[in-house]
């Protein structure tokens, strides 16, 4: 009887453990023990041919489906809402699945709203008409788990099972660990830059079904619609759309690639990215590969918010995902402090006209997501000051966080802002 070797035992645990991991996502009916077993092991040419079928099958649609009606969201330009969509799902189901299967499915225009940032301004949302987003479910499910078995570690937006508290954490570890020489890089508009023939030529890497790729490129230069207003997009995925935030980990993936070759360690959400290096000259090494990367990738970097720093140091920090890393410290991002404030007053303002009861309601689950997410910065008075942590023996920082005082700073806004009796409620 042959006996495998430790490394061939060790390989197939490997495989093992991605064919599960894959199955606790993956949509059942489209990517079978037959499929995911295809995925790991390679197909022929590493090219995925006959995927349309799967993708807009009635069962698929169905789970789609299903899908879009848990998110909710808005109606398109067409005017139907969710709720509207319910009454008549399994009509509308057999009509898309008709007209994909015909080859005669035509999106809607995307409907462009303007929404407000927190720091001042708006930012532009395309949303798309229900049918849209189910197509665009379903496209996501038949082909997200091929990409998904070449994404890098390093990569935490939008990925199933990964998150901004996992990239948080992975952030806070290289830390610890010196990395502390950080680029902190920006993208000017990435969503929309991107150059659409080179994101098709990357989706079609790994995808040969025309009729797939298609049906991408035809989301990609769907019409958009702001009021009387009516254009085509030349470039960029429309923010808002459900597969925009996979073509966009698609088109970065190979700036993952290279970071990982070349031993730097870059944590990145979306298009949201830190590199951390343990000296200064591998920091402006890393920078010098992002620029010439993001030129050649017809990308742009933000000059003036791209930059290297030293983050033991006072205002030598840096931004990621809300939070603010300086001078041996996680704190509250300013921004994100400034704006949540901002929502607690608009809720508790004076003019509101609701019962002391319904404010309590609505202010406590905000609360509780506000601390459930950033339970982990530094307490107040670290915040306010930004005092350096202790050296170390290495020279390095001592990075704090944990479970901090931030629930008695709520408790002391609210008591600020109403009266005892809502105080002595609230506590």
């Known amino acids: 009887m042959r006996q495998e070797s430790p490394a061939s035992a060790e390989e197939g645990y490997a495989r093992d453990r991605s064919l599960a991991q894959i199955k606790e996502w993956a949509e059942a009916s489209i990517w079978t023990d037959r499929m995911v077993s295809a995925l790991i092991n390679g197909v022929k ?60 499915y035509q999106p809607f225009p995307v409907k ?73 890089a920006d993208l000017r508009s990435f969503f929309d830059t991107i150059p659409h023939d080179r994101l098709m030529a990357r989706v079609a890497q790994k995808i040969s079904d025309g009729r797939i790729l298609a049906l991408i490129e035809g989301f990609l230069r769907q019409e958009v619609m702001k009021e009387m207003e009516r254009w085509r997009p030349t470039a960029g995925t429309p923010q808002g759309a459900v597969i925009s935030p996979l073509l966009a980990n698609i088109y970065l993936h190979p700036l993952d690639l290279l970071m990982e070759e070349s031993g730097c360690r870059m944590v990145r959400y979306a298009d949201d990215f830190v590199i951390l290096c343990r000296t200064a000259q591998e920091a402006e090494a890393a920078l010098r590969r992002v620029e010439a990367w993001v030129a050649d990738n017809g990308l742009t970097l933000h000059p003036d918010k791209t930059r290297i720093g030293d983050c033991r140091e006072r205002g030598q920090g840096f931004d990621f995902l809300g939070y603010r890393f300086e001078a041996g410290h996680r ?49 107040w008075d670290c915040q306010e000051s930004c005092v350096g942590g202790h050296n170390d023996a290495d020279g390095g920082r001592l990075w704090q966080s944990g479970k901090t005082h931030w629930i008695n700073f709520w408790m002391a806004v609210i008591r600020r802002k109403f009266s005892t009796r809502m105080a002595c409620l609230m506590s």
């Open 45 to 104: 040419g590493g090219k995925w041919f006959s995927l349309v079928d799967k993708a807009v099958r009635p069962s698929t649609l169905e789970a789609a489906w299903r899908q879009v009606a848990r998110n909710k969201g808005s109606a398109g330009v067409d005017g139907q809402s969710v709720a509207r969509f319910a009454a008549g799902a399994q009509r509308y189901l057999a009509e898309l699945h008709e007209t994909l299967s015909a080859g005669s």
């Open 331 to 379: 704190l509250v991002r300013e921004k994100s402090l400034r704006a949540f404030k901002d929502k607690v007053r608009a809720m508790t303002g004076r003019s509101r006209g609701a019962s002391l009861g319904r404010i309590i309601s609505d202010l406590n689950p905000r609360l509780r997501g506000w601390f459930g997410y950033f339970k982990q910065a530094a307490p």
């Open 112 to 184: 462009r709203v303007d929404i407000p940032k927190s720091g001042g301004g708006t930012r532009p949302l395309g949303i798309p008409a229900v049918k849209d987003r189910i197509v665009q479910t379903a496209l996501k499910m038949a082909i997200e788990p091929i990409f998904e078995a070449e994404f890098r570690g390093g990569s935490y937006g939008f990925r199933p099972g990964r998150g901004c508290k996992d990239a948080l954490r992975e952030v806070e570890a290289l830390l610890r660990a010196g990395h502390v020489h950080v680029v902190d």
